[in-house]
């Protein structure tokens, strides 16, 4: 009993040890130097010590460096890896990709900085509702509405995203147009730029013959830039993203015979704060079959977006959608103009 006591006792003091060790840096006069790798830049390795603090180091000075906990490794070519780090030779490090796994070899002068990773850090909520609607009376009597919201949530690496529009007309003929639209996607991060996601569409209207459509789609997706990333004064505002996958859609019409099919997807969707008060949006997707290239959906939506009070905006926004294969009598294409005013949020 009281050797197992005592075996358990060592085991954890080396446990502990081991966990204390932390990064460590050798250079090329042989020192090692334990502590946390905090950054690089400019050439200089900057380590936060328990003996003397935080500490410069210069890279040219730098034999071989191991990083216990993922960063954000920049190369001199561009590309970035969140990773960890490993040397096994001098003047080379082995980068073991965060979410993946993946190992990727560079020589140690090739890292233009080191920064602390943000996957798995990032937490804001942000949104927008808006209204728009009118009516006239008179020789000519119309009336008119439409309601959109948005929702985005990211938490660590994940993101959630839905949305809801609703639109509707009518003049003395009776109606004009009525159809509305509910989505939902979810992505989850593997590294800052790379996703997988998969996502529902759902939406009807009554000018296409159409009771109801579906699509649910996966697949991966890539954030080519996040807001921030860039130190211009106009395009840091900007964030964009796209993704590739396969979808399954479900046609339901009223008339024409129902359709369901396998289908790619693709998607490019942009938002951009061009100014405190100006930014533009657009959200593009697109649904072509697998069976018959003769048969696609397309919907895409842009606008551009003002503030008018704090976070009260005022909204001009255009609609199209492409259907290529419509319900017989049906056109093609429609396109929707919407001014709205509305609220939103960011926090």
Same mark, same amino acid.
């Given at each position: 009993m009281r050797s197992s006591t005592l075996a358990l006792f060592f085991f954890l003091v080396?446990?502990?040890l081991s966990a204390q060790e932390g990064d460590r @840096?050798?250079? /090329? !006069?042989?020192?090692?130097?334990?502590?946390e790798v905090l950054s690089l830049e400019g050439g200089k390795l900057q380590l936060k010590t328990d003996f003397s603090g935080t500490i410069d180091i210069k890279l040219e000075k730098v034999a071989r460096l191991e990083v216990s906990r993922a960063l954000r490794f920049e190369l001199k070519g561009g590309a970035v890896h969140p990773a960890t780090a490993s040397s096994s030779e001098d003047g080379r490090l082995e980068l073991v990709l965060e979410g993946t796994g993946r190992k @990727?070899? @560079?020589?140690? !002068?090739?890292?233009?900085?080191?920064?602390?990773?943000?996957?798995? /850090? /990032?937490?804001?909520?942000k949104g927008a509702i808006n209204f728009g609607g009118g009516a006239s009376d008179g020789n000519t009597r119309t009336k008119s509405a439409s309601f959109n919201a948005d929702l985005e949530g990211r938490f660590d690496n994940q993101r959630l995203s839905a949305g809801l529009a609703y639109n509707y007309a009518e003049d003395l003929g009776g109606l004009t147009a $009525?159809?509305?639209?509910? $989505?939902? /996607?979810? !992505? %989850? +991060?593997?590294?800052?730029e790379l996703f997988l996601?998969?996502?529902?569409?759902?939406?009807?209207d009554s000018f296409q013959d159409l009771n109801l459509r579906t699509a649910v789609a996966f697949g991966p997706g890539y954030q080519f830039i996040e807001t921030g990333d860039l130190e211009s004064?106009?395009?840091?505002?900007?964030?964009? %993203?796209g993704e590739l996958g396969l979808s399954s859609v479900d046609e339901d019409f009223s008339q024409a015979e129902d359709k369901s099919y396998l289908a790619a997807k693709w998607s490019i969707n942009m938002d951009w704060k061009i100014l405190p008060k100006l930014s533009l949006f657009h959200h593009h997707e697109g649904y072509p079959s697998l069976a018959d290239m003769d048969d696609f959906y397309v919907t895409t939506e842009t606008g551009i977006r003002v503030s008018i %009070?704090?976070?009260? @905006?005022?909204?001009?926004?255009?609609?199209?959608?492409?259907?290529?294969? =419509?319900? =017989?009598? +049906? !056109?093609r294409s429609d396109t929707n103009?919407?001014?709205?005013?509305?609220?939103?949020f960011d926090f």
């Open positions: 080396t446990i502990s @840096v050798t250079l /090329k !006069d042989g020192s090692v130097i334990r502590g @990727v070899a @560079v020589e140690l !002068d090739s890292i233009k900085t080191i920064k602390a990773s943000t996957v798995g /850090k /990032k937490r804001s909520i $009525r159809n509305s639209k509910a $989505r939902l /996607k979810y !992505d %989850y +991060f593997i590294t800052e996601f998969g996502s529902l569409l759902a939406e009807e004064a106009y395009l840091k505002g900007l964030s964009a %993203y %009070y704090e976070n009260f @905006v005022s909204t001009l926004q255009v609609n199209w959608r492409w259907d290529n294969s =419509p319900s =017989p009598g +049906f !056109d103009y919407l001014l709205t005013f509305g609220y939103t």
